[in-house]
């Protein structure tokens, strides 16, 4: 288990391990705020996500809950918002494939 901080001191041009093996899938961002992400992860570093072919959706302007949304998008497919999106790793409190969202 890594100390609380290292990602701090990480290499930005170093993909952790765990995240290594989601480049290039579709992946759901849930952050800490009102906010969720989907879209291709197509890089990360010490600071940020890189998303493309994105949907940054602000739970302030829908009545959907989180759960609700995500598993929408996954029965009727993304709604692309952003060709290309960086999120703060700060921010984000959980990364699930796409493909992992329960359907049922």
């Known amino acids: 288990m890594l100390p609380i901080g290292v990602d701090a001191i990480m290499d930005p041009t170093e993909t952790p391990g765990s995240l290594s093996g989601l480049i290039g899938q579709v992946v759901v961002l849930d952050l800490k705020a009102n906010y969720v992400c989907l879209g291709t992860l197509a890089g990360v570093d010490a600071l940020f ?7 940054f959706h602000d739970f302030r302007d829908s009545l959907a809950t989180r759960e609700v949304y995500v598993f929408d998008s ?6 692309r ?4 999106v960086l999120v703060l790793r ?3 409190v959980a990364v699930t494939r796409f493909a992992d969202i329960s359907e049922s």
Do not use: K, M, S
């Not at 996500?49 to 949907?55: K, M, P, R, V, W």
């Not at 918002?81 to 290309?84: I, L, M, T, V, Y």
């Open 74 to 79: 996954a029965r009727l497919g993304i709604r």
């Open 49 to 55: 996500y890189e998303l493309t072919d994105a949907d």
């Open 81 to 84: 918002n952003r060709a290309r």
């Open 90 to 92: 700060d921010e984000v």
